[in-house]
């Protein structure tokens, strides 16, 4: 079964660009959540998406948005990019809600804001 | 606040050497707590899952230990290999399932 997968693999942008990325969870998973990792912050939770709902969004500003859609896909806009944008985004995904469920991560986008 | 924490940042061990890996967090009311590995340049790969509920979690030569009380979890890995090497994260899930707090993880090195 095809795993989480995640386009573009590596983005080059410059300042005040915007930014969107894309993931398509794996095959019947409805929970999608978003995650941004820097060499300095490490890995930090931006939000989470479960049958088109926004249902949880980290501590991060206005400028990061995302939406999924009816087919499960997930997308994530970054705007005005700012240098301390670069970084690993991850997407991972979940069947359901369940706490005991462990979620699947895609590879990732690499950002790189010049 | 509720934060993860790893210690030590990496570590260097010859191969066949048995190994723990220490994970720490600040709020002991926590969902679950699961490990994962990342290899350089990729996603992360999940390795155990611990419920709340559950003391410990074990697959092949890895196993993993739930401390609620003392806020600890501790990563076994048996008869290490160099294809262990890879960084090992620990993240806790508090008010949500699927929000993840990360530790900054152990880079282990296995040297053949």
């Known amino acids: 079964k095809a795993g989480v997968t995640q386009t573009p693999r590596y983005l080059i942008k410059t300042r005040g660009q915007q930014v969107t990325l894309s993931c398509s969870p794996i095959s019947g998973h409805r929970s999608v959540s978003w995650y941004q990792q820097t060499p300095g912050q490490g890995l930090q939770f931006l939000f989470e998406?479960?049958?088109?709902?926004?249902?949880n969004k980290g501590n991060f500003p206005g400028r990061f948005s995302g939406r999924q859609f009816s087919n499960s896909r997930s997308e994530m806009n970054v705007s005005t990019l700012e240098l301390g944008d670069s970084a690993l985004y991850l997407c991972?995904?979940?069947?359901?809600?369940?706490?005991?469920?462990?979620?699947?991560f895609g590879p990732g986008t690499r950002l790189l804001v010049l | 606040k509720q934060e993860v924490t790893q210690i030590p940042a990496a570590l260097s061990v010859p191969e066949g050497e048995n190994l723990v890996l220490n994970c720490s967090f600040t709020?002991?009311?926590?969902?679950?707590l699961q490990w994962f590995r990342q290899d350089p340049g990729k996603g992360l790969t999940s390795l155990l899952l611990?419920?709340?509920?559950?003391r410990e979690q074990t697959s092949g030569r890895l196993n993993a230990s739930l401390d609620k009380s003392s806020g600890r979890s501790t990563l076994y890995i048996a008869a290490s290999q160099p294809g262990d090497s890879a960084t090992y994260l620990c993240a806790v899930s508090w008010g949500s399932a699927r929000q993840l707090t990360f530790g900054s993880g152990t880079q282990l090195t296995v040297l053949p």
């Open positions: 998406y479960f049958s088109e709902t926004q249902r």
């Open positions: 991972a995904s979940a069947k359901f809600l369940a706490d005991q469920e462990t979620q699947y």
């Open positions: 709020d002991s009311a926590i969902y679950n």
């Open positions: 611990i419920q709340s509920s559950q």
